[in-house]
């Protein structure tokens, strides 16, 4: 396959870091603190952790084995295996080309926040209102959405290897650093509101990690358990095609078992320091009432921390935004490459031309995105009980329906048709054995598509 030759990653760390760099982004930093603090602090922690040991590592490494045992894209990897289950394939490619169409505009709202603190405004952003005023506003989430918009699409026309690794390698580390850093700082925290009531960081750690089952209905854990497994697809980037890609440019002696509890355990650890660098400061200066923004949360809460820090909270805000920036970045790559590495399959088209299309297309999506804010602006209920606007709708559509959906039929796919075998055999290519097996998939004996 002519993109795999091309693109191949160049080692174990190469493909880590590239798949760490897609899985770790806003959805650690944005998305998960906000589901945490909308259900209740500590029960979505634990039925999440559940979720990525089971699920989420069982549908990671099938999606990566899928994709280095057939070295083909999402679009055609499910039908080559079985011609008559091409559609799965097909189906994967409308989640990235639903998630692309907002995470734009995420990125663009973070590179508004760098823009603030770069210009040593970070002070006005800790105001109440200001982030409502801001996506609002009919241009500006427009232009700085347009902004990230380009810049991703430059990376991707230069192609995985040298656009994701390289950026991955860096950012990472110092991405990790910062936000234990300033989680500490969060739990130092303590605040007395206008009622006379003082509130601490460790008591915001409490709710963030104490699962609280008073006045738990089952329609509610239900919903705990929808958010939680959305928000593991997301952040895992599974079920989307996105790691069939990846796992098409991995060299055949990579430690597929080793690479995979990495990817799980990195991408893991930095939603569970982000929620702690979040949820403890939002308890202190807005209470338990605070916790519900929903996608706001990260933007109201975190300049007021910034704020709190004195003469480093200007450089300390910065630092925050360029580096979630990056990791934004690296994730928006991956999914513009998955987007443009199967239009290129599709349409038999060079990935410059690919690039392009992909490109405008993202870019009228994301437009009445912003526009949701303002001059489309309407109030919708979700089925989970959320008022939400076009990004949530398009959210709520791709990461609550179609993932599940699109696990569900691999899960029936491989568990019934091609047979975990399958699987477990792509993952010992190296000789290593696949210690979880016995756990993950039920042992089943070798069937007819073992090659
Ligand atoms: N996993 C990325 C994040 O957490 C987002 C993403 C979603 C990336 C889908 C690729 C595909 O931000």
């Known amino acids: 396959m002519e993109v795999k030759k091309k693109h ?49 590592f069982v549908l990671l490494t099938t999606d990566i084995a899928i994709g280095r045992k057939t070295g ?33 505009v995420i990125g663009g709202w973070i590179l508004k926040y760098a823009f603030v603190f770069l210009s040593g405004q970070g002070q006005i952003a800790a105001n109440d209102g200001y982030f409502t005023q801001f996506i609002q506003n009919p241009i500006s989430p427009i232009f700085f959405m347009l902004v990230f918009l380009i810049i991703t699409s430059i990376i991707v026309y230069k192609g995985v290897e040298k656009g994701v690794e390289k950026f991955s390698r860096y950012v990472m580390p110092i991405l990790l650093v910062i936000i234990v850093g300033i989680a500490l700082y969060s739990l130092t925290l303590s605040y007395t509101d206008a009622s ?23 329609s509610k854990f239900l919903n705990i358990v929808l958010d939680a497994m959305s928000q593991l697809f997301f952040s895992l980037s599974v079920s989307m095609g996105i790691m069939i890609t990846y796992g098409s440019y991995v060299k055949k002696d990579v430690n597929l078992n080793k690479s995979i509890a990495q990817i799980e355990f990195f991408d893991t650890s930095v939603a569970l320091i ?67 590495a199967n239009c290129m399959n599709i349409f038999d088209k060079n990935r410059k031309q690919m690039s392009l299309v992909i490109c405008l297309y993202s870019l009228v999506a994301a437009i009445i995105i912003c526009l949701g804010y303002n001059v489309f602006y309407f109030e919708c209920t979700l089925p989970n009980g959320v008022v939400g606007q ?62």
């Open 8 to 56: 191949g990653f160049t080692g174990s760390i190469g493909f880590v870091l590239a798949a760490a760099g897609s899985a770790v982004g806003v959805g650690n930093i944005w998305r998960f603190p906000y589901l945490v603090a909308r259900d209740g602090g500590g029960l979505f922690i634990l039925v999440y952790l559940v979720l990525v040991l089971t699920f989420g």
């Open 72 to 104: 083909k894209n999402a679009w055609d990897a499910f039908q080559s295996i079985v011609p008559k289950w091409g559609f799965l394939g097909k189906l994967t490619f409308l989640v990235p080309t639903l998630i692309m169409t907002y995470y734009c």
């Open 196 to 218: 006379g009531v003082t509130r601490t960081g460790i008591q915001g750690l409490a709710v963030y990690l104490i699962p609280q089952f008073e006045g738990l209905t089952i």
């Open 274 to 340: 982000a929620g702690a660098m979040i949820i403890p400061s939002v308890f202190v200066f807005t209470g338990i009432d605070g916790m519900a923004q929903g996608p706001s949360l990260m933007f109201v809460s975190l300049p007021k921390v910034f704020a709190s820090m004195g003469i480093a909270g200007p450089i300390v805000g910065l630092l925050f935004f360029v580096m979630i920036l990056f990791a934004a970045f690296t994730s928006s790559v991956s999914i513009m490459e998955t987007l443009v």
């Open 390 to 451: 076009l990004l949530d709708i398009a959210d709520y559509i791709s990461n609550s329906f179609l993932m599940p959906l699109i696990s569900f039929l691999t899960a029936i796919f491989i568990g019934y048709i091609v047979k975990p075998q399958w699987i477990i055999e792509e993952i010992e290519q190296d000789g290593v054995k696949f210690k979880r097996k016995k756990s993950s998939f039920p042992p089943k004996r070798v069937n007819e598509f073992n090659k």
